[in-house]
């Protein structure tokens, strides 16, 4: 069984920068895309970005473009979302999901349908 688990979560204020990670078990990590994901009460969980199997490409949703990088680290079956000039909007929980392919689709890699295994998410919040 796949497990995913985040870190690095915390209250911050707006424009300072934090670090969340997401541990994966198992010997498979570089073959899958990971992704980051963020979601609020009673909001839809919404797509943050995501990194192909050998981390050569990424995308990002537009909100959080120029501000946020993903990166992975497949020696130690890590991935990461560095977060700077952080804002209020910015405040939730931060999951990461396991892509079910190794390079992410155009069509398709912000939907929650493209990941297979997730994390239980850490909380970031914001204060303005």
């Known amino acids: 069984q796949v497990q995913l688990v985040e870190s690095g979560g915390g209250l911050v204020q707006a424009g300072d920068s934090l670090r969340v990670s997401c541990v994966v078990s198992g010997r498979t990590f570089s073959s899958y895309s990971m992704g980051w994901f963020r979601q609020t009460p009673g909001k839809e969980r919404e797509f943050v970005a995501v990194i192909s199997g050998s981390g050569r490409t990424t995308a990002y949703a537009d909100s959080v473009k120029g501000r946020f990088t993903i990166s992975r680290d497949n020696a130690k079956n890590m991935a990461y979302l560095q977060m700077n000039g952080l804002k209020a909007e910015d405040t939730a929980v931060y999951l990461c999901?396991?892509?079910?392919?190794?390079?992410?689709?155009?069509?398709?890699?912000?939907?929650?349908?493209?990941?297979?295994?997730w994390g239980q998410g850490t909380q970031v919040t914001v204060s303005s």
């Open positions: 999901a396991r892509g079910k392919t190794y390079h992410y689709v155009q069509s398709s890699y912000s939907r929650r349908s493209s990941y297979d295994y």
